[in-house]
């Protein structure tokens, strides 16, 4: 199994990125997918969350209203889309795939993880 992140860089506050993590060597359409971030000296974070289909999504308060999590099944893909970023938002992005029926926020309950994408925000 492997989940290739990617999109990450530097932008201005203010500024949008979109994220991508392609997965390979799994089932994708049979996951959960989610996307953690951890800053420099701080724990990994939740971040965003969508079910199998894409009809359930769940957003941590940090960033509900700027960022969106989708997938396209067809491609083994998952995307965040991110927006008005702020300074705050810079850290390593994960996607991650778990094997619950339903969206979850818990890094334990995530059975593969991605080798992260940084994201720098400056004011």
């Known amino acids: 199994v492997q989940l290739q992140a990617s999109g990450g860089g530097l932008v201005q506050a203010g500024g949008s990125l979109r994220l991508s993590c392609a997965t390979s060597g799994m089932t994708f359409s049979g996951y959960v997918m989610g996307w953690f971030r951890q800053a420099p000296g701080k724990e990994r974070e939740f971040v965003a969350a969508?079910?199998?289909?894409?009809?359930?999504?769940y957003y941590a308060d940090s960033v509900k209203g700027r960022f969106t999590i989708s997938r396209d099944n067809a491609k083994n893909t998952v995307y965040l889309q991110m927006n008005i970023l702020k300074p705050e938002d810079t850290a390593v992005y994960y996607c991650?795939?778990?094997?619950?029926?339903?969206?979850?926020?818990?890094?334990?309950?995530?059975?593969?993880w991605g080798q992260g994408t940084l994201v720098t925000v400056s004011s």
């Open positions: 991650a795939a778990s094997a619950y029926t339903s969206v979850v926020v818990s890094t334990t309950k995530y059975d593969y």
């Open positions: 969508i079910n199998w289909i894409g009809s359930s999504t």
